[in-house]
């Protein structure tokens, strides 16, 4: 597709990345960055632009992205007297890539068409890794065409985008990514704990399973270092705590029932308490029991 003038809100360890990889792929890319250092820093690295609020960064842009915290953190760039909308034209497309509440993704929706701006909700799947390399999964809500336009650009830093429906699907759609991998994290944790408890080499056993049923990505990519009490990764405690938080509340709203959920938030609660709220999620092996091998 041809080059697109862009903005990106919001340089955390996903956002930087994704952003960068919007210049790679010859967009023309103005930043903001609530702490403007980060924002000089991604310049001197990529070459973009900064502005100075999110209007700024948004005026004149075909599509506005924004990756940030949560609700509010989301609400503060998006809406107001500099937020991002008050500074685009009609027809530009705001996609928020934040992992929020489908309520909010339905606000903004609202927001968006007040002011002839199409908007898609569109959290993203692959942690810092997936962001760094370009092979992020999207899970999007909104409307057909909007998503047709955007969809393009965002291949930038994607292997995967899909339409799920209306505006908030994208984020009802990560809520199942999180409710599926906060029980596979903790599934993970037990068998490595137990394994190590009744006397087999672990890794020998992970490399056994791994070829059968109980193959995952959190299986391939943090046994090994689960088992070395290595947490230093991109996607930490404090982070799937909010989306879990996000995630029960829904569940409150739609009848469901989320036990695991519900058990393993609570887990990580734990591991909060402890000073681990920036530790990677696989941090979860932390709190068993376990012999030598397996490090808090």
């Not at 509440?101 to 927001?111: I, P, Q, V």
């Amino acid at each position: 597709m041809s080059p697109s003038k862009t903005a990106f809100i919001g340089l955390g360890v996903m956002g930087s990345p994704m952003a960068g990889h919007l210049v790679k792929s010859g967009h023309k890319v103005t930043v903001f960055n609530r702490t403007p250092a980060k924002a000089e820093a991604w310049c001197e690295e990529y070459g973009g632009e900064r502005a100075a609020t999110p209007a700024q960064a948004a005026a004149e842009a075909d599509f506005v992205f924004i990756c940030v915290g949560n609700d509010e953190d989301v609400r503060a760039v998006a809406l107001g007297d500099t937020g991002a909308l008050a500074g685009m034209a009609a027809g530009a497309v705001l996609v928020d890539h934040s992992t929020v509440s489908a309520h909010l993704a339905r606000e903004l929706a609202e927001a968006a068409g007040a002011c002839d701006v199409g908007f898609l909700d569109a959290p993203v799947s692959g942690g810092q890794a997936g962001a760094e390399n370009g092979a992020l999964t999207i899970m999007v809500g909104g409307e057909e065409a909007v998503f047709e336009r955007a969809a393009p650009v965002m291949d930038a830093y994607a292997r995967a985008v899909t339409l799920m429906g209306p505006a908030g699907s994208g984020q009802l759609t990560k809520m199942v990514n999180q409710i599926t991998v906060a029980g596979l994290i903790e599934a993970l944790a037990e068998g490595l704990a137990f394994a190590v408890n009744a006397g087999l080499d672990a890794k020998k056993v992970v490399d056994v399973i791994s070829k059968g049923a109980a193959q995952s990505w959190q299986m391939e990519n943090r046994a090994g270092t689960m088992l070395e009490g290595e947490f230093d990764f991109g996607f930490a405690v404090d982070w799937m705590r909010k989306d879990l938080d996000i995630c029960l509340e829904e569940a409150k709203r739609n009848g469901s029932e989320l036990p695991v959920a519900e058990l393993v938030n609570r887990f990580y609660e734990e591991i909060q308490k402890a000073g681990g709220g920036r530790r990677d999620t696989s941090s979860l092996i932390g709190r068993l029991p376990r012999g030598n091998g397996v490090e808090k």
